[in-house]
């Protein structure tokens, strides 16, 4: 399918609204959304997913630069890093290496969703409040 995702925009903004995470499969890659076209990102790339039960990556890998970060959502299932096993649910947080070799599966009775955030591993030289500016005057809704 392709369906495109709700896009606002504004000269300092991009916000999407793809519905309901249950909706993953509507997309192209089915349960996969790659950010970054649609937030016209720049510096990250970030991908909302969906596993089904029973389901898994069919394969190992690893990348030449980035690191990732894995944000469980809702569900369980399992992380395999370098041969560790890791149980994963929601509320666990896995950042991995550019070596480091990866796969994951669902090994519960309900799918399983996750965020996906890669960036260059290193790249990082400011954040939160060493990069944020306060600005003046009243926040108005």
Same mark, same amino acid.
């Given at each position: 399918m392709n369906n495109q995702p709700k896009i606002q925009e504004g000269p300092q903004f991009t916000a999407v609204h793809f519905g309901s995470l249950a909706n993953l499969d509507q997309f192209n890659r089915r349960g996969k959304v790659f950010l970054k076209d649609f937030l016209k990102l720049t510096g990250m790339e970030i991908s909302?997913?969906?596993?089904? #039960?029973?389901?898994?990556?069919?394969f190992l890998h690893k990348?030449?630069?980035?690191?990732?970060? &894995? @944000?469980? !959502?809702?569900?369980?299932?399992?992380?395999?890093?370098?041969?560790?096993?890791?149980?994963?649910?929601?509320?666990?947080?896995?950042?991995? #290496?550019?070596?480091?070799?990866?796969?994951?599966?669902?090994?519960?009775?309900?799918?399983?969703? &996750? @965020?996906? !955030?890669?960036?260059?591993q290193d790249s990082l030289k400011a954040w939160t409040a060493t990069d944020g500016v306060i600005v003046e005057g009243p926040v108005q809704w």
């Open positions: 909302v997913n969906k596993v089904p #039960a029973g389901g898994e990556a069919p990348h030449k630069n980035n690191e990732e970060v &894995y @944000i469980f !959502i809702k569900g369980k299932g399992q992380f395999q890093v370098d041969g560790q096993i890791i149980d994963v649910q929601e509320g666990s947080v896995v950042r991995i #290496a550019p070596e480091g070799v990866r796969a994951f599966r669902n090994n519960s009775d309900e799918d399983l969703y &996750y @965020i996906c !955030i890669q960036a260059t």
